[in-house]
């Protein structure tokens, strides 16, 4: 949350959001990919500052609307991700200090487009990059569900264990959590996308029931529980942007994220266009009963509609489930739908080795990590971030300032 004033003007982030263009990714790290980077993270504040604090203003999200730029976040997104897998792996032992620019912009891109996507406006006019949107988010919420137990469960070192980690070890651990950050901040983009699911085309219905099985996915989330950390009668729940300590007696009541997997399932189960669509076989009736579980009194009282997903799953374990009728089967199999091609257009065909050897020396050199170093710790200072990108944002300006000569 932005606790000072409004960082930025309503023409300030209009010009912002305006000049917002997709770069390459083999630019990435050019001038004019660290400037727009910067405008971003700004613009993400700024979203953050509008919705927190309850303004009632909009603006941000409606300059994205207006100027048609929700496909150039989606770009960026996409861009990102690619250039961690692909490029990064090869530039990493030469970027010490220097990769909170590079790494954490995936954090800010996702930050931005939760909030920009709260307005229902944002989702439908998102075009056909809602479709990328989507598997993007499938990804990540398959990465939450591949979580290792070992990370569900509490780890306190005391101090002579973390002098000992390596800073191989500490990077490790930081990239981790970054990236877990950023896969629950996938699943409530995709909550905002689901919960405008009556409003948005049968291209979307069949991504989410069809191609990426998303119920399933949800379905795991809520039994694995990837938010829960667990120890010697101690539990944490990953909230706000944090983990926190929770009672025991405590531990059913809702966080935000598992409200939201909840509303989801809701969706996705109940609603009568997703249940024709959902082929319901042994294994998908086998998982989504499972639920069964977790919906006790006290859950249903948070959510009161929880009650029709608890009846849909007892119509699926008395066999009773939805059908689609022969003419909608024949109409669904004859349906030209779009289909996404901006991430194949952005890894397709190209020579990531020569791309990182390109970037090395804007990356990797020491004029350019003190440069990188200076940019950063510039705006973090400028800028009371607080909760948008979690505490590491503020211990990320100190570690810099360290490094600076």
């Known amino acids: 949350m932005i606790a000072s004033a409004s960082m930025l003007t309503d ?34 504040a700024q979203a953050s500052y509008n919705l927190s604090n309850n303004t009632g203003n909009e603006f941000v999200s409606e300059h994205f609307i207006s100027y048609e730029k929700l496909p150039v976040l989606v770009h960026e997104l996409l861009v990102i991700e690619t250039w961690k897998q692909k490029v990064y792996p090869l530039l990493k032992d030469k970027m010490q200090h220097a990769s909170y620019m590079y790494l954490h912009f995936e954090q800010v891109l996702t930050n931005l487009l939760q909030f920009v996507l709260y307005n229902e406006a944002a989702v439908t006019n998102m075009g ?12 990540k919420i398959a990465w939450l569900n591949n979580r290792p137990d070992d990370e569900k469960i509490i780890k306190k070192l005391d101090p002579k264990e973390e002098i000992q ?13 970054s990236e877990f950050k950023i896969c629950i901040t996938a699943v409530t983009i995709m909550w905002n996308i689901i919960k405008e699911l009556p409003q948005l085309g049968m291209a979307i219905h069949n991504n989410l029931m069809i191609k990426n099985d998303v119920p399933l996915a949800f379905v795991a989330l809520r039994c694995n529980e990837p938010w829960v950390k667990r120890g010697k009668k101690v539990i944490q729940k990953f909230t706000h942007g944090e983990w926190k300590e929770i009672k025991r007696e405590d ?29 319901y076989d042994t294994h998908r009736k086998e998982e989504i009963c499972k639920l069964r579980r977790y919906l006790n009194d006290t859950i249903i ?9 608890a009846r849909a799953i007892e ?10 009728t022969t ?48 940019r950063m710790v510039k705006l973090l200072d ?8 979690g505490a590491e944002v503020e211990e990320a300006a100190v570690n810099m300032k360290n490094f600076l000569p």
């Open 327 to 374: 003419e909608e089967a024949f109409r669904q199999s004859l349906m030209i739908e779009p289909q996404p091609e901006l991430l194949f257009s952005i890894s397709h065909g190209k020579d990531w080795k020569a791309i990182a050897s390109e970037q090395e020396s804007r990356l990797c050199s020491d004029e350019a990590r003190r440069e990188d170093l200076q």
């Open 315 to 324: 119509e699926l374990a008395m066999n009773v489930e939805p059908a689609a």
């Open 251 to 279: 531990s059913q009541i809702l966080t935000e994220i598992e409200g939201q997997i909840w509303t989801c399932l809701y969706v996705l189960l109940c609603d009568q266009d997703c249940r024709k669509k959902y082929k």
């Open 165 to 177: 980690l390596s800073n191989e070890e500490i990077e490790r651990r930081q990239e981790i959590e």
């Open 301 to 309: 009282d948070q959510i009161p509609q929880l009650t029709s997903v």
């Open 382 to 389: 400028a800028f009371d971030f607080g909760e948008i990108d």
């Open 11 to 44: 023409f300030e982030t209009k010009e912002f959001i305006n000049d917002l263009q997709p770069v390459p990714i083999e630019n990435i790290g050019n001038r004019k990919w660290k400037q727009q980077r910067e405008r971003l993270e700004q613009i993400a």
């Open 128 to 139: 056909e990059e809602l479709l990328e949107l989507c598997d993007y988010c499938y990804r």
